[in-house]
């Protein structure tokens, strides 16, 4: 595939793919430009896209459809799955409220469920950096005019930067932090399992990879920064709770124990 790359850094071009061409540009007033000449030479295709379109869109509710399906099967395990906790966020926050996500558990669960035609309303990092979901749904919400954002974080991510909490507390923004919580950093048990080389994957035995001895007390850890908290233990409450988190105006926090993924 060749690969054409507009940025507005220059740092940016062919920085992670090679490109056929990469220019510097405004993206915007680049794209303004651009469009008017690029329908007309699109314009006998249009049918053929809007039939591809259909095809996706069909193949998109199918698979919601069986992701439904295994989620109402699980809803009732005395804890709660990572796709149930997924599903029941996703019903919650809607298509509007910002998301910023760093809870690998449930992010597969929560997007496949998202339905929101915007592209700025859920925010993910690629790679591999732990701790800058907090922060950074901090800094969301100033910067789109202290508006209701919902923090997605996993328990493991959630101890690199809880300072976060202080800063919503002071600010009074309205930020609902959500700690996915499976007692153990599951993603990096699952990167030396997909690496048969490493000794932990071979005996099962990872060393400090489960937070449980002792657990940590994300209600304490919350109030003692002056967040109010609460734990959601039955897949049930986890919808209405959320609802009301993000209505509430203030910031909060939101523990969702859930089975190992």
Known sequence: ???F???ADARDL???YSTKLALVGDIRASLRALLPLLTPKLADRSEVYAALREAAEREQEARRSQLKAAAEAEFDKPVTTPLVAGREMARAIGP???IVDEAPATLGALRAFLSTGSTRQYSFARGGALGWGMPAAVGFSLGIDRAPV????GD???LYSPQALWTA???RLPVTFVVINNREYNILKKFMRSQPHYASARSNRFIAMD??????DFMALAGSMGVPAQRIDRAADIAPALEAAIASGVPNLIEIPISPA
Do not use: N
């Open 150 to 153: 919902v923090s997605i974080v």
């Open 14 to 16: 062919g920085r992670t």
């Open 5 to 7: 790359q507009l940025s």
């Open 211 to 216: 937070i449980i001895d002792p657990a940590v």
């Open 96 to 98: 509007e409220v910002a």
């Open 1 to 3: 595939m060749q690969i």
């Open 156 to 158: 493991g991510a959630a």
């Open 169 to 171: 507390a002071h600010e």
